[in-house]
């Protein structure tokens, strides 16, 4: 039976290729000669749309240098900071939803479920959401949460618990919290996966010779499991949160960013201001805005991240 | 050994089932719902009541949206553009990883690799579709799948990286040393040692790029104009209109958008985790 | 031997990585294929998903059949379809050999310069059977009311062909009401009057952008208000359009069915369809499309269709949508859609067209009884058509503007913002927004 687990880099490994000095060199010529084309043209193609975003947040549609004047108009819109805020809060929402809801699915199984075939099946099921299209997921919120025709309204309708349709997307808290709603169906089970994973690696000594002390389900987790877990939760927040920038398509789907700008993320302000204003100059400065404070989240993060990378 | 079921382990078992009978509740019910959608025909979407169980199931949505919507050839185009994504990516993916797992590199040059395929996973698509459209309109790629192929390669390239990285150093060096003093040049031990080995990764990995540029829509829609490039996914979209009802198609439509990734997932569901997290979880 | 092996084994994989880049280009390169010949086995029309485009397809078949020229058909949803014509102009696109454009959409192609002059290039002359502010939409720079300071100087020229002669109209059911209201008095007094459990007495169309702008349009118009005045400073802080605005989103909203800010066409159609509401406004291809559909509408013969009923103002002021044909500069087949559209115009086809579910423009057609009574409402489209309607403000910003005034009224839709702050926000956006496009404003 095989079984998913994490592969934490320990602190040694490093793989020696053991070769001959001289060998080493030749090696070491060949591997440039392969990577440099290749790593060089995907540099290249890489790196072109940078500097072409650049050009266009200085420049005027007619080529005239603006100076930061785009950015500065770029900055000064108050829909900016909405549409940051509304990143915010749906990543407040929906990380640690995910992770408590993920870890509490991890625990619930790596607990009570023990048939190997039991275990297989819902990892199956875990894996599904996470393929599927986020578009396809956006069509069924919409047939879940739309006025009139959503399924949740009818069913809550019938089982009496309303009397009045529920504003599911109008509401701003709530249009907010059914568009959070989707990511956490979708990303979960991602959640889930890894903890689940990560919990196969504690060491079943330490474990019981925990329950021999009495330790309860709490202590044994707070004392063991945690210190097992924890470098797998900063994967889990880097990955989720290098999404959570990216959310696009179930939005775009199921709200289009309303009621007003409440669920415009920041990625749907930059598609609107792109593709709706056709307001290049701003769109290339806040794109810009975006990439560089990615690249800081981003050496920040990858400095404690446990990736293991020789 | 059985233990003896105390009043709280019963308690805990109940709670344990309630727990997982509700998640698996939310789990399935927005794709039963789905499914019982698409097989609706158009007079029901004007009932004044909504059936919640199928009822005079109909496959007429489905034959609306492939054949009388015309929305096959975007099937295609989505096969046609995730099948050269796929040979791109994995080409490129195994040119840039042989070396750093094969042959004798410093590690630094290794890590470097490994990190800079690793940032490009946090570029948000939509900060650089501004300059795509732009670098697409002076190719002339506008509305042309190359343009679509081009683009995924690049961002399921990290993925590829990390997989294949995986995959190659869990293959014993010895074995292509080995050839290689029986007169195998590197080539040819590549080809014929390395690669059968490698086979099963590498199709999970083409498998995983597949589904993920099966799934992509933001780059289909801006970049695309007729069903000459047009993606599936795009497809999903325009069914999701204001000026009519049409849930039945858009929701047939969601069906075969999720089956193909579901269906492939049959063959590569042991490597989507490690996929997604670059190898830090895998099966073992 | 080393030597020679690793030379071997960097050219085979450039060799093979060449190989396997260069099919996708080979595959585009076939799936293109475009022709130079004058007549193009093949049109693309670029139209919007939905009852607006759906009699276009049914007739493009009978012109295949008659020259056969496949009429390809692709279709988007209203608003990705505007961000897809402007970034294909943009990418000067062969895309497309016809476009199907909402008329408020004309500005900005306009200003672009993103279509092929239809008089001057095709020939295209105006009929006398077809009212002339048919033609005026389709006109860039427009013949009337205030222009744009940078297309001032412009000549003007025909662009668009109108397929969908839309007005925004006014609908309720007769079966219910013994009169039809004459003003929004008395809409508002029918509302209170039928509003009950399950039964809307007014359904708004609130959904953020385009459809609470077109749904506020008429009322604001009707009551005197205006989005700008006609030397483009803004009116939305007026006190006429703070009215209207208030009436909608506060008195008219009292009747008016939950999460109005959700709903769109399709979702007020079918309130109307399956007998929960009494009146709204209404586009003529939602009556033909769900409202009078067999097989869909419960509520066949019991809807009347009139003008947009008079405001404190004492006008009704119907807002034109007409949805209109226009070829695009990068179309490679520019003689063969025009001929297309020539061909759309005959009064014989734009019968067939008609009796297709289309809405016609030719005011013969317009008065045809036959055809009236399986369109009830030609005879408030004729009246409409020839009142004449307002268009929305030609300039090319007017896309930016409606999602500011559109969002606005969402807004107080949903009872975020009262009325009045979400048209002085809106107002102060919006004169910011023409003051950076170079508007006097």
């Given amino acids: 039976m095989s079984r998913l687990v994490a592969e934490l880099p320990a602190p040694t490994d490093e793989r020696p290729v053991r070769v001959g000095r001289r060998r080493r060199g030749r090696q070491e010529r060949l591997a440039y000669l392969i990577l440099l084309p290749a790593l060089g043209t995907v540099f290249v193609i890489v790196t072109i749309p940078f500097i ?143 903890l689940f994973a990560g919990l196969q690696t504690v060491p079943r000594e330490s474990v019981e010779a925990a329950q021999v002390d009495g330790a309860g389900w709490w202590t044994q987790f707070r004392y063991i499991e945690l210190f097992y877990l924890r470098p797998l939760f900063l994967l889990i927040l880097f990955f989720r949160l290098a999404d959570v920038l990216r959310v696009f398509d179930h939005v775009y789907i199921l709200t289009g960013g309303g009621p007003g700008t409440t669920t415009q993320l920041l990625s749907l302000y930059l598609y609107r201001t792109e593709f709706k204003f056709f307001d290049t100059g701003q769109a290339a400065a806040l794109a810009v805005v975006v990439l560089v404070s990615i690249s800081i989240l981003y050496s920040l993060i990858t400095r404690v991240l446990p990736l293991e990378r020789a | 050994m059985k233990r003896a079921r105390t009043p709280v382990t019963l308690l805990r078992i109940a709670i344990a089932l309630l727990g997982l009978g509700i998640a698996a509740l939310l789990y399935a019910f927005p794709l039963y719902w789905l499914v019982v959608t698409s097989l609706k025909t158009k007079s029901e979407l004007f009932a004044a009541t909504i059936h919640l169980l199928p009822h ?35 080409v490129v993916g195994l040119i840039i990883t042989y070396p750093i797992t094969r042959l004798a590199v410093p590690v630094r040059l290794r890590v470097g690799v490994l990190n800079w395929a690793l940032s490009l996973r946090f570029l948000p698509p939509i900060a650089v579709v501004i300059p795509y459209f732009a670098i697409v309109r002076t190719l002339q790629i506008y509305d042309q799948p190359i343009a679509l192929i081009g683009i995924y390669s690049l961002f399921n390239l990290p993925f590829a990286i990390w997989m294949l990285k995986g995959f190659l150093t869990e293959i014993p060096l010895e074995l292509e040393d080995a050839a290689m003093v029986d007169g195998a040049n590197r080539w040819t031990s590549f080809l014929r040692v390395l690669l059968p080995l490698a086979a099963p990764g590498i199709m999970a990995a083409g498998i995983i790029v597949f589904t993920f540029s099966w799934s992509e829509f933001l780059f ?65 | 031997m080393q030597r020679i092996t690793r030379r071997e084994f960097v050219k085979r994989t450039a060799v093979t ?127 009337s009311g205030p222009v744009p300071p940078t297309e001032q100087s412009k000549a003007k020229h025909l662009y668009g062909i109108t397929i969908v002669g839309n007005v925004e109209m006014f609908m309720y059911r007769k079966d219910l009401a013994t009169a039809a209201p004459t003003s929004w008095d008395d809409v508002k007094a029918n509302a209170a009057r039928f509003n009950k459990a399950n039964f809307y007495g007014y359904v708004i169309r609130g959904k953020a952008t385009n459809p609470a ?60 369809a399956i007998g929960q509401a009494f009146q709204s406004t209404t586009w003529p291809a939602e009556v033909t499309g769900v409202v009078e559909a067999q097989g869909s509408s419960q509520v066949i013969g019991k809807m009347a269709y009139i003008p947009i009923p008079q405001g404190p103002s004492g006008k009704g002021i119907g807002m034109m949508g007409n949805w209109l044909l226009g070829i695009p500069k990068g179309s490679h087949n520019g003689s063969a859609a025009a001929d297309f559209i020539k061909w759309m115009l005959q009064a014989d086809n734009m019968k067939t067209y008609v009796q297709n579910g289309g809405i016609p423009t030719r005011t013969s057609l317009l008065n045809d009884a036959t055809l ?31 999602t500011i005034y559109g969002t606005a009224v969402n807004q107080a839709i949903a009872g975020l913002k009262t009325p009045k702050d979400a048209m002085m926000s809106a107002a102060a956006q919006i004169r910011t927004t023409m003051q950076g496009a170079g508007y006097p404003s």
């Avoid at chain 2, 958008?257 to 063959?267: E, F, G, H, R, Y």
């Avoid at chain 3, 205006?226 to 009436?247: G, M, Q, Y």
């Fill in chain 3, 17 to 143: 990585g060449a190989a396997f880049t260069s099919i996708p280009a080979i595959l585009a390169a076939c799936g293109t294929g475009t022709s130079t010949s004058n007549k193009p086995s093949k049109l693309t029309v670029a139209a919007v998903q939905g009852a607006e485009d759906g009699p276009l397809k049914k007739v493009g078949p009978m012109y295949t059949a008659k020259t056969g020229i496949t009429i390809e058909i692709v279709e988007f949803p209203y608003d990705t379809l505007f961000s897809k014509l402007v970034t294909t102009f943009q990418a000067n696109g062969s895309s497309y050999d016809l476009c199907m454009m909402d008329d408020p959409w004309m500005p900005k192609f306009g200003t672009m310069g993103a279509l092929q002059p239809l008089d001057s290039n095709f020939g295209f002359t105006r009929d006398s059977d077809i009212p002339s502010i048919v033609y005026d939409v389709g006109t860039w720079p427009p013949p």
């Fill in chain 3, 372 to 402: 009236g009574q399986t369109n009830p409402y030609f005879p408030a489209l004729a009246k409409s058509l020839a009142a004449p309607p307002n268009w929305r403000p030609r300039t090319d910003q007017w896309n930016a503007v409606e």
């Fill in chain 2, 220 to 284: 289909a829609l801006i970049l695309t104009a007729t069903p000459n490039a047009q993606t599936f996914p795009v497809g999903v979209q325009g069914l999701v209109t204001q000026f009519e009802i049409i849930w039945n198609d858009m929701a047939a439509a969601g069906v075969i958008a999720m089956a193909i990734p579901l269906a492939l997932m049959v063959i590569a569901r042991k490597y989507v985790v490690a996929g997604l997290t670059f190898g830090v979880i895998r099966e073992k």
């Fill in chain 1, 52 to 194: 072409v975003v650049l050009i266009q947040s200085v420049t005027a549609d007619d080529g005239s240098f603006l100076g930061l004047r785009n950015f500065t108009r770029a900055l000064a819109n108050p829909l900016f900071y909405e549409a940051l805020r509304a990143t915010g809060v749906y990543a407040l929402i929906v990380l640690p939803s995910e992770i408590v809801l993920g870890l509490g699915f991890a625990l619930l199984v790596h607990r009570t479920v023990r048939r190997a075939g039991l275990r297989a099946t819902l990892y199956v099921l875990a894996v599904l959401p996470l393929v599927v299209p986020p578009v396809a997921i956006g069509v069924v919120a919409r047939l879940i949460y739309a006025p009139g025709y959503g399924v949740l309204n009818i069913i809550l309708e019938r089982l009496g618990l309303i009397h009045q349709e529920i504003q599911w997307l109008s509401n701003p808290t709530l249009a907010m919290l059914s568009v959070a709603s989707v990511d956490v169906w979708q990303w979960t089970p991602f959640v889930y996966l890894v």
């Fill in chain 3, 213 to 272: 702008s077109s749904d506020s349009l008429p009322i604001l118009w009707s009551f005197g208000g205006d989005v700008f005045d006609t030397n483009w400073k803004v009116k939305l802080d007026s006190t006429e359009s703070i009215d209207a605005i208030t009436f909608l989103t506060k008195t008219l909203k009292q009747y008016a069915e939950p999460s109005a800010d959700n709903i769109d066409a399709a979702d007020r159609d079918r309130l109307i």
């Fill in chain 2, 56 to 90: 005079n199931a109909t496959i007429e949505p489905y034959v609306s949206v492939l054949i009388d919507r015309g929305f096959w050839v975007l099937l295609k185009n989505s096969i046609i553009v995730c099948f050269f994504t796929v040979v791109v990516t994995i």
